[in-house]
């Protein structure tokens, strides 16, 4: 059973996601907020599997809340988001948030991001992505891509795979298992639309 919280200022998307969870038999809508604050409060409280939480809130965003609870290991952020926050999803992106989602998704898409990321898995809407990718100017460099659409450990990450070392080197420089690295990496390849790691060490060192 996923145990589910909803965050989200607006009443008539809180309760209309609340209705595609309660028709899911593996599913448990645990309750909802209407800020960031009260997202983290009730993440401590009633220990939920995802979080599913309005990028922009008042009192604390759900940037501000997400890198919290996942700091306190509370549960997984799953953002709601749409075309007209660019900058906010960037900042969200650098923060290391694994989830992110339109809100004007259909029900199927938002339950099935649900079930990826209680599984551990990452999900970036492609349409969120590429609209990212095509705000970064032509004349940017490399480097500035990656320091806009990647984490602090993932930017670690793409310079050891820039300097040669092997998945296994890379894990044991930073203390990672294998597979929390290739995690990584598959994370990295999406955000930023490259097809393999080489092409991230050539990217990379072009600059």
């Known amino acids: 059973m996923i145990k589910v919280l909803i ?3 607006d009443a008539i998307i809180r309760e209309g996601l609340k209705m595609i969870i309660e028709t899911q038999q593996d599913m ?3 309750g909802a907020a209407s800020n960031g604050k009260e997202a983290l409060e009730l993440c ?3 220990k939920p599997d995802v979080v599913m939480m309005d990028i922009r809130m008042p009192v604390m965003d759900g940037i501000e809340a997400a890198q919290q609870i996942m700091e306190e290991k509370l549960s997984m952020p799953l953002l709601l988001t749409t075309f007209d926050e660019p ?3 960037i900042r969200s ?4 948030i694994r989830g992110y989602i ?4 259909p029900a199927e898409r938002i339950l099935s991001a649900i079930h990826v990321i209680d599984s551990g898995g990452t999900v970036f809407q492609a349409d969120v992505l590429d609209f990212i990718r095509s705000r970064v100017s032509a004349g940017q460099s490399s480097s500035n891509i990656f ?12 310079k050891l795979i820039a300097e040669g070392l092997s998945n296994k080197e890379i894990g044991e420089t930073l203390y990672l298992t294998n597979g929390t690295v290739r995690n990584h990496i598959s994370t990295i390849l999406e955000k930023t639309g490259l097809e393999h790691r080489t092409q991230i060490a050539v ?3 072009k600059n």
């Open 28 to 30: 448990e809508f645990l």
């Open 7 to 9: 965050a989200d200022d």
């Open 147 to 158: 320091e806009l659409l990647l984490s602090p450990r993932e930017l670690e990450i793409v």
């Open 44 to 46: 401590r409280d009633r």
């Open 87 to 89: 900058e906010l999803i």
């Open 93 to 96: 992106l650098q923060a290391g």
């Open 102 to 105: 339109l809100k004007n998704s």
């Open 203 to 205: 990217k990379y060192l």
